[in-house]
């Protein structure tokens, strides 16, 4: 599989990294081998992400971090400077959206937040902060946001580089 | 037989849907199970069929790359439709597959020559650590040096390519001609340090600077200007007039730059973002606060006076400064070190100095921090082109009263030649000096005085009785344009029988002075950023423990690395350069020399030294008017040099110009001479104002129609983005309508749906609803969203499976539900 998408040589090599004792040198058997998310975490790219736990569950197979091969060429994909926008924009919305209910609602916002400051802003400072997201951005006025909201606000960002 | 009833309705569905919903179908084509070969599909021989087959699944690799899907499904839907593919096209011909190959083959090599090109790039590790440590306001300065030191190094090359080189290999060697050899007297003093470092001696009378240069007339050189800037690098900036609109959503959502990967940069960052999100705070309360209008507008009316009065200042300080260097030159023999530098030394440190004063300033002005950016980068920018503007007059009205001295002279005294008795020459200078003795007290004198070359014995040209000095000058002297690119030269001392530093005359120096500003502002570069930047640091970091306060967060702290300013320093520096590099052909390759050393330089201060900053500063917006100001700056900085061209005598003995009454004059020559006669009074015609004119206006006109369409442009953009607000508003009511109409049809039928979850009863379900989706997958359209909004809206437990094939536009199995369905099935 790796001749299809050459990159993934190199990023194959990094996964091996992360576990070797794990992690087989031949994967043509396709073996079903998953490499736990504190592994993952320490990553180099990862390790100073507020996000790195979400990130890990988003595109994880069962949501709680562990990832296979796949799973992880998938996050670099994603992640890397070529994806397009409209496709960071979508995984950008599951990542924000904590209890994964397809809406980034007031909650989500709070852990956004707390999670982006880690822990400076004070609870009324974030209450305001969410509450402003939320005029800004929330279309249909249901008190959250939906992918469609998000991508609206999203796209229209100057810098939305990552 | 049939493997299933999934298989069968899956393929009436590709039958009937082909290239619509592609996106849901091969979702669905990744989550049966692999026993779907490429046997079973196309099961007919129809060849438009398989046609549209084939063409569905190539689109199918060729958008792979924007699929949410996970990597597993990629590649299963990738290597199923290369069989497909692989295997139909071979039916229809033979030689797409012979295409198709070579494409591939071009495309693998198109990225290995992406990846290797890469490494040629100067430069690049270095920069994408600085990025990932300071984020990417900061590399933009380093990317900013890169642009500025390949444009240098192509001005390098041109002026090399055709002036030096050319001068170098069939130009008259060294020491034949008067203009390109060192005075016996000053030979002795060549060599010393300090005629080296005023660009004296053997660097004065070599190939970086203009007097070298031999008269003959040559085509190449003749009519050669400055290079006009390649400007390829127009990036379009995303044009967002609701920039006010999303303020916090951005804040919150984009804020973190996901290219840092070090911890203490993260910590800096997060600071950033909790300050950004705290400035948000502040102004959305002062939205609402009424301003004490009046105490403001007074103190930024006080601002704007001190910055006012502090760019007259310095404006006029300069001038002041190149006004008492020439006085001192006339009236004292020798110069100090201090007095000699003392122009570019107070250049360079006015514009050290000067924009911190300037921010103090904003301090009283309580602008909105952006404003306050802007406003300083204009102040400071203001301040660049006085500085310069300033020196370049005050300097050239040196040439001016010269010039008009040495006309004067020039009817007093008997022509010279540019002849090969130098070395009479030279012995009857020392015999003249001799004779002149030390009683007559050679002093400083802005005239120009010609020497009689053939005469072994000559009266001292005392050029006019009306002049109250006397200097004697050699042809070499009279060369103001190299001294305009040098600078005030050595010490001025005559010595008795040539001895000692003796060059004893005045210069002008104009743009000589340049490359002398040019190497201190790079002197001064070097201190402050060791000064300020690096002994800071080293003072915060290992004193703050016995301090009294705690110096890492309070005054002075470490320092940030101030990108405004240092871009505006680096686009001061490229118009200083341009200034200069018609008179100084070597001057642009000084200057890359200068970017390299203060690339290295920079990059090792901003790591060592600096933390990452405070505010979020928008790097991407800023490119355009980098560039802005880079264009400008060019313009203004070459107005000088036309000015000097057209109006300023070149000097009568050096030079490629020498001898004609304006530099432009060569071009006239040229043209009359070396060119056929129809050619010239072609020309002629054209110059005349019967062309001129009319060409003028028809450019006034093109620009002003240039212009309209752009405003027209903007407005239409401007009211398309209204309209799609506009239709997205509607579209949202609609939905909420029809979200209303559903509960009470999706009420009725979630009674007797079967608890099937095979996908063949969604299957049917998705088929009327698929005609709605266009096959644009990578815009996840309203549509498909409104629907899933909809089965969430009616069904709040949204993990069980779909009902309603009684339902018309029953939920489509959504992103959503993809996601849904991997987590159920695995």
Redesign the interface.
């Known amino acids: 599989s790796f001749s299809l998408f050459p990159s993934h040589t190199r990023l194959y090599y990094r996964y091996q990294d992360l576990a070797p004792q794990l992690v087989p040198l031949d994967y043509t058997s396709c073996p079903d081998v998953k490499v736990p998310y504190e592994l993952i975490g320490t990553m180099p790219e990862l390790k100073d992400n507020p996000f790195r736990q979400r990130i890990a569950q988003v595109f994880s197979e069962d949501g709680d971090g562990h990832m296979t091969l796949d799973n992880f060429l998938d996050m670099f994909s994603v992640m890397s400077e070529m994806a397009p926008r409209d496709l960071k924009a979508y995984y950008a919305f599951k990542i924000y959206d904590f209890n994964n209910d397809d809406y980034i609602c007031a909650w989500d916002l709070e852990q956004t937040v707390t999670k982006l400051t880690r822990g400076e802003l004070n609870a009324e400072e974030v209450s305001l902060v969410c509450e402003k997201v939320l005029d800004e951005a929330d279309g249909d006025h249901d008190g959250r946001l939906s992918l469609e909201d998000f991508q609206n606000m999203i796209l229209r960002a100057p810098d939305f580089l990552r | 037989m049939k493997p299933s009833k999934a298989s069968q309705r899956y393929r009436s569905i590709r039958r009937n849907t082909s290239q619509h919903c592609f996106y849901q179908e091969s979702l669905l084509l990744s989550t049966l199970d692999d026993s779907f070969t490429a046997d079973d599909t196309g099961d007919s021989n129809d060849p438009e069929q398989i046609f549209q087959n084939i063409q569905f699944q190539k689109d199918l690799m060729a958008n792979i790359?924007?699929r949410?899907w996970?990597?597993?499904q990629k590649?299963r839907a990738?290597?199923r439709a290369k069989d497909i593919v692989l295997k139909f096209e071979g039916r229809l011909t033979r030689t797409r597959g012979y295409q198709a190959a070579g494409a591939e083959l071009w495309r693998?090599l198109a990225?290995l020559a992406c990846n290797f090109v890469v490494i040629f790039i100067p430069w690049e590790m270095r920069i994408k650590k600085i990025e990932s440590h300071f984020g990417?306001g900061v590399a933009s300065y380093f990317i900013f040096l890169r642009w500025l030191f390949g444009i240098n190094i192509v001005l390098t090359i041109m002026t090399g390519a055709f002036i030096v080189i050319p001068e170098l290999i069939a130009g008259q060697p060294f020491g034949s001609t008067a203009s390109k050899t060192i005075p016996m007297e000053h030979v002795a003093s060549a060599q010393d340090l300090d005629t080296v470092w005023s660009l004296g001696g053997y660097l004065q009378y070599s190939v970086l600077f203009y007097g070298y240069y031999g008269k003959e007339r040559r085509i190449g050189r003749a009519g050669y200007r400055l290079p006009l800037a390649m400007a390829k690098n127009s990036r379009t900036?995303?044009a967002?007039a609701?920039?006010e609109?999303?303020?916090?959503?951005?804040r919150?959502?984009?804020?973190?730059?996901?290219?840092?990967?070090?911890?203490e940069?993260?910590e800096s960052k997060?600071?950033a973002?909790?300050n950004s999100?705290?400035e948000?705070?502040l102004e959305?309360q002062e939205k609402k606060k009424s301003k004490n209008l009046a105490v403001t507008i007074c103190l930024r009316v006080v601002a704007n006076i001190l910055v006012l009065l502090s760019l007259a200042g310095s404006i006029y300080l300069i001038y002041f400064v190149v006004d008492r260097s020439q006085k001192l030159e006339q009236s004292k023999k020798e110069l100090t070190l201090w007095e000699k530098n003392e122009v570019s030394v107070v250049v360079s440190l006015v514009t050290m100095l000067a924009p911190s004063a300037f921010d103090l300033i904003a301090a009283l002005e309580m602008y909105h921090p952006r404003t306050t950016l802007r406003f300083q980068l204009a102040r400071v920018l203001v301040l660049y082109l006085g500085n310069l503007y300033s020196l370049i007059i005050a300097l050239l009205d040196k040439v001016d009263s010269m010039s008009i001295e040495e006309a004067a002279s020039q009817n007093s005294t008997s022509h010279w030649t540019d002849s090969a008795t130098f070395a009479t020459r030279a012995a009857s200078e020392e015999e003249k000096w001799s004779t002149l003795g030390p009683g007559v007290g050679l002093r400083r004198n802005s005239t120009w005085a010609l020497e009689e070359a053939n005469v072994p014995t000559y009266t001292s040209p005392l050029s006019g009785a009306n002049k109250t000095t006397v200097s004697t000058k050699r042809p070499q002297d009279q060369c103001w344009e190299t001294y305009v690119g040098q600078r005030r030269g050595g010490p001025e001392e005559e010595v008795e029988g040539g001895r000692g530093r003796a060059w004893g005359h005045p210069r002008i120096p104009v743009f000589q002075e340049l490359l002398k500003l040019s190497i201190i502002d790079m002197l001064f570069t070097v201190a402050s950023i060791l000064l300020i930047d690096f002994f800071r640091g080293l003072f915060v970091r290992y004193l703050s423990d016995y301090w009294c306060w705690d110096l890492e967060s309070k005054f002075p702290e470490y320092g940030e690395f101030k990108i405004a300013e240092n871009v505006l320093h680096l686009v001061y520096n490229q118009g200083m350069i341009w200034m200069g590099a018609f008179f100084s052909p070597c001057l642009p390759a000084f200057n890359v020399l200068k970017l390299i050393g203060l690339m290295y330089l920079r990059s090792w201060a901003v790591l060592t030294c600096n933390v990452p900053h405070q505010q979020v500063f928008?790097?991407?917006?800023s490119n355009n008017f980098y560039l802005a100001m880079l264009l400008f700056m060019l313009f203004l900085c070459m107005l000088p040099t036309i000015f000097a061209i057209v109006r300023y005598k070149p000097s009568l003995n050096c030079g490629p110009f020498s001898g004609q009454e304006k530099i432009y004059d060569i071009v006239s020559e040229t043209i009359n001479k070396d060119f056929p006669a129809w050619f010239g009074s072609v020309v002629g015609y054209i110059s005349s104002p019967v062309v001129i004119l009319p060409a003028v206006l028809l450019l006034f006109m093109l620009i002003y129609y240039l212009q309209s369409i752009a405003r027209s442009l903007k407005l239409s953009n401007h009211q398309l983005r209204m309209q799609i607000q506009n239709a997205?508003?509607e579209d949202?009511k609609k939905?909420?309508q029809m979200v209303e109409a559903r509960i009470q049809t999706q009420d009725e039928s979630t009674k007797r749906l079967p608890k099937d979850s095979d996908l063949g009863s969604q299957l049917s379900s998705t088929h009327p609803a698929t005609p709605q989706n266009n096959g644009n997958v990578?815009?996840?359209d309203?549509s498909s969203?409104k629907s899933?909004?909809i089965e969430?809206v009616t069904h709040p437990a949204?993990r069980s499976p779909r009902p309603g094939p009684g339902s018309a536009t029953s939920p489509l199995p959504g992103?959503?539900k993809s996601r849904l369905e991997?987590?159920t099935t695995?």
């Not at chain 2, 928008?618 to 917006?621: E, G």
């Open positions: 790359r924007c949410p996970t990597m597993g590649l990738l290597r693998k990225r990417s900036s995303l967002s609701s920039s609109n999303y303020t916090f959503c951005w919150v959502f984009c804020a973190w730059d996901y290219l840092i990967g070090n911890p940069a993260a997060t600071a973002i909790v999100i705290r948000a705070i959305e928008r790097a991407s917006r997205r508003s949202k939905v909420a990578v815009s996840f309203s969203s899933s909004r969430t949204p992103f959503s991997p987590s695995r």
